[in-house]
């Protein structure tokens, strides 16, 4: 192992941060200290670094490294050095040296050429003077999908469910779009001002049943953008990095303003404490329980929570949600009026056909169905197998019938 002088390395890193540093005075100083035997280099990193990009940029250049840490630190070691990377209030970076032995022996002290490149990789990708991202921006970097308000979309393509649309209605759109009225209600009932509308609300049932869907509506009722959070988009290998992920869509939200952040499958993030579940859900679940309760209820912001196992919740996540509402498979005449929206040429008695033989499918499989029946009919019109130009309810009986035997 080849060291480096400890002061050969300081005139290196000082040469190339020096010229980094040359075009502008906002970028941070990096300090040196010496103790003993031991080097400390320490540097802050600006508020809008990448934290996931700066541990990366680290592991690419050292080897053998560990991570440990939480959600407000990480630290990255070998048996060289230790850096910690923190974040309370301002981001840092520190790095310290420890007593380097080779078979036993003591062999000096100073740094490799490797962990002088990983220290002014460091300072370069913390402190990045790249344009600050707009929020919506961060969001679709960390892999959020925005659903800005579509005109187009309306109850009329969520078939049933009509108690359902009636409490969102009552319990979300009305106190989004009426605030001032609300807040004046509470003011002469109150002792204690607090608002009275719903600031998390969950949604529950089986996936296909219009979850999604009605979160949709609601934004293009409001008119507010929906922001959707995939479980993906969070979850991550790496030791800190869904926490992070996580806090960082919900600063990136407040910021955006006036919108519906909707978190999907809830459940991967707040299963229960009661159950067995790995340390790195236990803090994911500890940062969703805290950004919940600082959620800023603004004219039209609103949390909304997805899950089809709500049973599997942790109960301090479920008292955090003001609303429940649910979404059971349809009923024989929702899913006549769900097929009606997709094979709308065919006759009522058909519709009822269908419904009658599609028992425990979601409106999804229904239009999954529709979808196949369609594809098939083409193929036999290409095939000369089909005089009429669209499907028979024969047709969208075999593909119920295939769908059923999956």
């Known amino acids: ?152 979309l309306s109850w009329d393509h969520l078939a049933g469910y009509e108690a359902a649309k009636q409490e969102i209605k009552d319990t979300i759109i009305l106190p989004l779009l009426n605030k001032d009225l609300y807040e004046k209600i509470t003011q002469g009932t109150r002792k204690y001002h607090e608002s009275n509308r719903a600031k998390a609300v969950l949604f529950e049932g089986p996936p296909g049943t219009g979850k999604t869907t009605t979160a949709r509506i609601i934004g293009r009722e409001v008119e507010v953008p929906l922001i959707y959070v995939p479980v993906e988009s969070i979850v991550s290998k790496w030791y800190g990095e869904s926490e992070q992920r996580l806090a960082e869509i919900f600063d ?3 910021e955006l303003g006036n919108s519906l952040l909707f978190l999907d499958e809830i459940d991967a993030l707040g299963l229960s404490r009661d159950q067995k579940v790995h340390e790195a859900t236990r803090r994911v679940l500890s940062v969703l329980l805290r950004k919940i309760d600082g959620f800023e209820t603004n004219d039209k912001t609103m949390l909304i929570g997805a899950t089809n196992r709500k049973d599997d919740l942790d109960p301090a996540l479920l008292s955090r949600f003001d609303v429940s509402i649910s979404f059971p498979y349809p009923t024989v005449v929702e899913r006549s009026a769900i097929f009606a929206n997709y094979a709308k040429h065919l006759y009522a008695s058909d519709f009822e056909t269908l419904a009658k033989h599609s028992e425990s499918l979601s409106g999804r499989n229904i239009k999954d169905i529709c979808e196949h029946a369609e594809r098939r009919w083409a193929s036999r019109i290409i095939k000369g197998e089909a005089l009429e130009e669209l499907p028979s309810l024969m047709s969208y009986m075999a593909s119920l019938k295939m769908k059923k035997e999956k």
């Open 252 to 254: 990136a939200s407040a």
């Open 1 to 152: 192992m080849t060291l480096i002088p400890y002061h050969q390395a300081k005139e290196i890193i000082e040469k190339e941060i020096g010229l980094y540093r040359s075009n502008t005075e906002q970028l941070p100083e990096m300090k040196f200290e010496r103790e003993g035997e031991t080097t400390k280099i320490s540097f802050d990193v600006l508020s809008h670094a990448d934290w996931y990009k700066l541990i990366i940029s680290i592991t690419e250049v050292l080897e053998k490294v560990t991570l440990s840490g939480s959600s407000r630190y990480t630290i990255l070691s070998n048996e060289r050095i230790n850096i910690t990377l923190s974040d309370f209030g301002k981001k840092s970076f520190g790095l310290r040296t420890k007593p380097i032995y080779e078979r036993f022996k003591h062999i000096g002290e100073g740094l490799t050429s490797q962990d002088v490149e990983a220290i002014i990789t460091a300072y370069k990708v913390g402190n990045s003077l790249k344009r600050e991202s707009s929020p919506k921006e961060k969001l679709s970097q960390l892999g959020v999908r925005i659903y800005e308000a579509d005109q187009n």
